[in-house]
């Protein structure tokens, strides 16, 4: 069965960088990863050789220490032959955190992401589409 577009989940918990020192905390983040989008997805599914594009916000419990963009790895590789058959498919990436202190509201928040925002924070948020043209503003 296809993987249902626009696809969205939550992890729980502080996502591990690229440029972490133990592969296999690496290794673990893209598990869980891979095992939080498992939720909500057809069995068995099949990956979609699309074009996509990922958002991904991290909502830290406090200032993150690190930078956003060293995150973004990790979590395309945990979803590459599972939602997608390679991360070269992957047009577009939007990645943004939320710290504590800046407070934000979110026009029309899909569900999942009212779920991330009333969880426990450390917690990510993913949105993989199949219109990487979305939220754009081409002439």
Sequence with gaps: ????????????????????????????????????????????????????????????????????????????DALSRHLYCDDRQIERVVVQKFEPQRLVEFEEPSRVLQDALAAERPIVHIRVSNDPLAELSLV
């Excluded at 972490?20 to 095992?35: C, F, G, L, P």
């Excluded at 057809?42 to 200032?63: G, M, N, Q």
Aim: aromatic share 10%.
């Design 1 to 76: 069965m296809e993987v249902p577009f626009p696809f969205e989940f939550n992890v729980p918990g502080v996502p591990v960088s690229l440029q972490a020192k133990r592969a296999e905390s690496r290794e673990q983040w893209k598990a869980r990863v891979r095992n939080a989008s498992t939720v909500g997805l057809p069995k068995p599914h099949f990956a979609t050789s699309d074009p996509l594009a990922v958002t991904i916000y991290y909502f830290p419990p406090e200032a993150m220490q690190g930078d956003v963009d060293n995150i973004v790895k990790p979590i395309l």
